[in-house]
């Protein structure tokens, strides 16, 4: 993912959630709808969780140091999980509670026409930045389905964007039922149910969040493609003659540290090893510009040893 492309994303659906968050704090001031006040709170949750992956993004960029030698790229890891938290615990946990008081307590709506063109207000909104996030992933996501684009992408910030879009966009929708069946019926535990089911989808949302971002936080290895790429432009078939084993790690969205252990000639000299891995590494950014981090190991390749299949009580690749 573009930097340029997320951060664009990223602003279009702060000013969205920001705009709406008072609109919807208005709204409920007048009318009193659980519904509103929901909303209203997860639009702040929205927006503050916009401002971290905006200080993640920026605290991403600054410069290797003795402490930290690979950099700080996982920072955008570590504030996409830290959205989720919010979304779980503002957004989510707080609808289910005012639901569950709504419901044991309900109330007829005041001035039903404030939560009413409040909430198609949002649902523009809403809809603007989520066009703008689909438009932005579109341009990265290739042949992949929507799901594949958020399982595999290693730049948090559109995945989040476009759940937290497409999630405002359904609890705008329930938000509606709520406060619809409210004044058809007269009762307001519709309002209450409304605000319930939007707790949960956050909830959902936020778990869906938190696992891809673990993964990501853990280490997730490059995409196949470029892992197919690399294992291609390491091999010059003369001084490097096939890859022993090779383990890559995204240190951050956009860097990549490649391991791997390569096959030499056993009369080959150091000076030429030295010069073939130069060669090699050289291959590898140009193939794979994110790798940025490589370290090459070279061995002598035995058909007998890698017969026997690698030891799981061994470091990857060692004899």
């Given at each position: 993912m573009s930097a340029s492309g997320g951060t664009k994303a990223i602003v279009a659906a702060l000013g969205a959630n920001l705009a709406i968050a008072a609109a919807k704090f208005v709204a409920f001031a007048f009318s009193g709808s659980?519904?509103?006040?929901?909303?209203?709170?997860?639009?702040?949750?929205?927006?503050?969780?916009q401002g971290l992956l905006l200080l993640g993004g920026k605290k991403a960029k600054r410069a290797a140091t003795e402490e930290h030698p690979f950099g700080y790229g996982r920072?955008?890891?570590i504030y996409g999980f830290l959205v989720s938290i919010v979304l779980f615990t503002i957004g989510g946990v707080f609808a289910l509670y005012e639901g569950y008081e709504k419901i044991h307590e309900p109330h007829p709506l005041e001035a039903w026409y404030w939560p009413i063109g409040v909430l198609v207000f949002a649902?523009?909104?809403?809809?603007?930045?989520?066009?703008?996030?689909?438009?932005?992933s579109n341009e990265l996501r290739g042949k992949q389905t929507w799901v594949q684009f958020v399982r595999r992408a290693k730049a948090p910030e559109l995945p989040v964007v476009l759940l937290e879009d497409f999630?405002?966009?359904?609890g705008l929708v329930l938000a509606l039922g709520g406060v619809g069946l409210t004044l058809l019926t007269g009762n307001g535990i519709w309002d209450g149910i409304g605000t319930m089911c939007i707790g949960a989808l956050l909830v959902l949302i936020a778990l869906v969040l938190a696992a891809e971002t673990k993964s990501l936080l853990l280490g997730e290895a490059a995409g196949p493609e470029q892992v197919a790429m690399i294992r291609a432009a390491v091999v010059d078939g003369d001084v490097v003659t096939r890859v022993i084993h090779m383990r890559t790690l995204h240190l951050g969205p956009e860097e990549l540290l490649v391991a791997a252990k390569i096959a030499v000639r056993h009369d080959d000299t150091a000076v030429q090893i030295a010069d073939a891995i130069n060669a090699a590494e050289a291959r590898i950014r140009e193939a794979v510009p994110i790798a940025r981090v490589i370290y090459l190991e070279?061995?002598?390749?035995?058909?007998?040893?890698?017969?026997?299949?690698?030891?799981?009580?061994?470091?990857?690749?060692?004899?």
């Open positions: 659980s519904s509103m006040l929901a909303e209203g709170v997860h639009s702040i949750a929205d927006s503050g969780n920072e955008r890891y649902v523009i909104a809403e809809g603007f930045s989520f066009r703008t996030a689909i438009k932005e999630g405002a966009l359904v070279p061995d002598i390749y035995h058909e007998a040893t890698a017969a026997k299949g690698p030891d799981p009580t061994k470091t990857p690749g060692n004899h």
